[in-house]
């Protein structure tokens, strides 16, 4: 992969042999054509030249915690909202963007959100598959499910065609086993999961049990403090690493 004038800008990082190989893998990963500075703010998806730095150092702060709490590993990250429309998918997009600003790390981030999936406007292509398909066809390997997403270093995977059984797609053995596939194909890749508001349905309750961590989208001055509380003991107070607050 030719090198990007978009990574000149990520933080400077400690070097050491591991990081040196990671790098080298990943500067070999194959790109689609990259959105241009301009579509990626219609797309209010952060960048390393958007004008808005406060929001751009925002999610930079927040990577910075996230990989703190983690340890730098290849986590499963959560990311939900307290309620319908609080920007939990916002979030979670414009988070993978921010982790994969880093050249020694990548992204990949999985639609789960059955009800209103986000992720396919990243796309350059229409997808054959995504994970409900991938969940109903033992013929599909994981590899024909994740996309490039014209953003270097990210990769995601759209939520697919049958969005009918949700709670039955994600409770199966087979979602646990591509869990764990994905989680330990790739040991530079930090893992983030879109997943529906955390009181409107029960997929979130499912999907929490596959995280290490977990974040909560607080839409500001539209929720309740019982609805934050609520929200906290759906995914479990432990794996819960901080609220978010949306305005």
Same mark, same amino acid.
């Given at each position: 992969?030719?090198?990007?004038?978009?990574?000149?800008?990520?933080?400077?990082?400690?070097?050491?042999?591991?990081?040196?190989?990671?790098?080298?893998?990943?500067?070999? $990963?194959?790109?689609?054509?990259?959105?241009?500075?301009?579509?990626?703010?219609?797309?209010?998806?952060?960048?390393? !030249?958007?004008?808005?730095?406060?929001?751009?150092?925002?999610?930079?702060?927040?990577?910075?915690?996230?990989?703190?709490?983690?340890?730098?590993?290849?986590?499963?990250?959560?990311?939900?909202?307290?309620?319908?429309?609080? !920007?939990?998918?916002?979030?979670?997009?414009?988070?993978?963007?921010?982790?994969?600003?880093?050249?020694?790390?990548?992204?990949?981030?999985? /639609?789960?959100?059955?009800?209103?999936?986000?992720?396919?406007?990243? $796309?350059?292509?229409?997808? /054959?598959?995504?994970?409900?398909?991938?969940?109903? /066809?033992?013929?599909?390997?994981?590899?024909?499910?994740?996309?490039?997403?014209?953003?270097?270093?990210?990769?995601?995977?759209?939520?697919?065609?049958?969005?009918?059984?949700?709670?039955?797609?994600?409770?199966?053995?087979? $979602?646990?086993?591509?869990?764990?596939?994905?989680?330990?194909?790739?040991? /530079?890749?930090?893992?983030?999961?879109?997943?529906?508001?955390?009181?409107?349905?029960?997929?979130?309750?499912?999907?929490?049990?596959?995280c290490d961590v977990a974040l909560l989208v607080v839409p500001y001055g539209r929720v309740t403090p019982q609805q934050i509380q609520s929200g906290i003991d759906t995914v479990g107070k432990d794996k819960v690493a901080g609220l978010v607050f949306n305005d």
């Open positions: 992969m030719a090198e990007n004038n978009q990574d000149k800008v990520s933080e400077p990082l400690i070097d050491s042999p591991s990081r040196q190989f990671a790098r080298q893998q990943i500067r070999k $990963m194959t790109e689609v054509e990259q959105w241009e500075p301009g579509e990626l703010d219609a797309l209010k998806i952060i960048h390393p !030249g958007i004008k808005n730095r406060d929001l751009l150092n925002s999610f930079r702060e927040l990577r910075t915690q996230l990989m703190q709490k983690t340890g730098g590993k290849n986590a499963v990250c959560l990311v939900s909202s307290v309620c319908k429309g609080g !920007g939990g998918s916002f979030v979670s997009l414009n988070l993978a963007a921010t982790i994969a600003l880093d050249i020694s790390k990548t992204a990949l981030l999985i /639609d789960c959100n059955l009800y209103e999936p986000s992720v396919e406007r990243l $796309m350059r292509v229409t997808p /054959d598959y995504g994970l409900t398909d991938y969940l109903e /066809d033992v013929n599909l390997d994981v590899q024909d499910i994740i996309y490039s997403a014209g953003i270097p270093r990210l990769r995601v995977i759209p939520v697919g065609c049958n969005t009918e059984a949700g709670a039955e797609h994600f409770i199966s053995a087979r $979602m646990g086993d591509f869990i764990e596939a994905v989680r330990t194909r790739y040991p /530079d890749r930090f893992i983030i999961i879109d997943a529906p508001p955390v009181g409107l349905a029960a997929e979130t309750r499912i999907l929490a049990n596959y």
